[in-house]
């Protein structure tokens, strides 16, 4: 669930929804808000500072870093951990490389997949 927290402050920090010195939802705030527990929270906030895209100053919050640019790096962090489930994913239905490119490319063109792509295994 953290790891959801980060995909998500990070996302709009390189959207440019929130702006360098931007204050963040306090860590309460933010878990009673979002349903979860404050120690979650804390911890995607922890993640967040270490990879430089925010930055938190005791007593007075979180704020956007001056300079986020490594939340790029993280969400290509996200990406390739999301591939790597879906890849694990794949092989556990039997799905060869080329299905799983064909699968992607499905999703990527929102087209519905066929039946001959359904099954596509070596």
Known sequence: MYQQIVDQITA???AGDWRPGQPLPSIRELAAGSGVSVITVKRAY???ER?????TRHGKGSVVADRP???RALLEEGLRHHLQEAIAVGARLGLDRAAL???LDVVLDGNPPTSQSKGSQS
């Open 12 to 14: 709009r920090v390189m």
């Open 46 to 48: 922890e993640e967040l």
């Open 51 to 55: 990879a430089g895209v925010i930055v």
């Open 69 to 71: 640019e490594p939340a």
């Open 101 to 103: 490119h064909q699968r």
